[in-house]
């Protein structure tokens, strides 16, 4: 089986930029003969909604992708994400997100990554700030207790890059009185669930680039084949900065109130280096990834 995927997070409707990434991730797919799903990554219980996922679900079939069934929902998937943990070696972290900002500019540590605070506590400390939290009413989070300090990935513009891994977190901490109570993270979850889909092509923005060793090296801990990643440009506001939806009219029911939604498939094409295409079918004839601008898209509205 091979696949690839787009997995947005519904927390709001899709920009120009989430938008361009998935006709990009469905050319990519569908150009190679992959199957191509669609997962919706709710597993962040305070942000996620099922009407902003109804509404991404409408956005991108109205730009013309097309989804191989079924669609997929993280938050369904609590018992496969058990399963895996359960096989990982892994310990409690108490850090706080201060903690941690500021154990990673200490002298001598890898920026962006986590210092490992946590990882050596004696059991006797670790009871005590197990139960520091609980005085709190919350959960430590669960990290990985990585054996490696960087992994290799497959990139498609790259080629092989080697890049760092630190014990990333694989159980979010919480409030012991919330239902959801130490949320999965991102890092399992993703790594999981492509695993389990057959996912070999994973295209996404090169923003993320940086967490590909990781999930790469924990889909080799769970006995997953290593995706191929395909990192494409971001888009960029007019001052270089990642494109949000505070940049004004970019989602596209802001943009087709003005435009029919071919001009906004027109807009993706012409970023992606296939000016003069106003539908994704005649995309997919057109596209060439060797053509795809390495540079960020800047956003003119």
């Not at 002298?107 to 986590?114: D, K, M």
């Not at 670790?126 to 990290?143: D, T």
């Not at 389990?196 to 680039?209: K, Y």
């Amino acid at each position: 089986m091979s696949a690839g995927r787009y997995a947005p997070s519904p927390s709001g409707d899709l920009h120009f930029g989430n938008l361009r990434t998935a006709v990009l991730a469905w050319l990519f797919a569908r150009r190679t003969g992959r199957d191509f799903y669609l997962r919706i990554e709710d597993i962040d219980s305070e942000r996620s909604s099922a009407e902003s996922a109804a509404r991404q679900i409408e956005d991108l079939e109205a730009l013309g992708l097309d989804f191989d069934p079924p669609v997929t929902y993280q938050s369904d998937n609590g018992e496969r994400y058990a399963a895996a943990l359960a096989t990982l070696d892994t310990y409690e972290c108490y850090c706080t997100r201060r903690d941690i900002r500021e154990a990673a500019s200490a002298p001598h540590a890898r920026p962006g990554l986590y210092p490992g605070t946590c990882r050596d506590l004696a059991e006797a400390e670790r009871e005590a700030k197990r139960a520091e939290l609980a005085q709190q009413g919350r959960m430590p989070a669960l990290r990985l207790r990585a054996g490696v300090t960087e992994w290799a990935v497959r990139d498609f513009y790259a080629g092989e890059v080697v890049g760092p891994v630190d014990d990333v977190i694989l159980r979010r901490g919480g409030n012991l009185n919330q239902a959801q109570a130490g949320d999965w993270a991102y890092n399992l979850a993703v790594v999981v669930d492509d695993g389990e889909q057959g996912i070999d092509q994973v295209v996404r923005g090169d923003d993320l680039a940086f967490s590909a060793p990781a999930q790469a090296y924990l889909a080799h801990l769970l006995g997953y084949e290593q995706p191929e990643y395909v990192h494409v440009p971001l888009v960029v506001n007019g001052e270089g900065r990642r494109l949000a939806k505070r940049d004004g009219a970019v989602t596209l029911r802001e943009m087709t109130c003005e435009r029919p939604v071919e001009a906004v498939v027109g807009e993706i094409a012409a970023s992606i280096g296939c000016p003069g295409v106003d539908s994704v079918g005649e995309l997919l004839t057109q596209f060439d990834p060797g053509a795809l601008p390495r540079k960020p898209w800047v956003w003119r509205g």
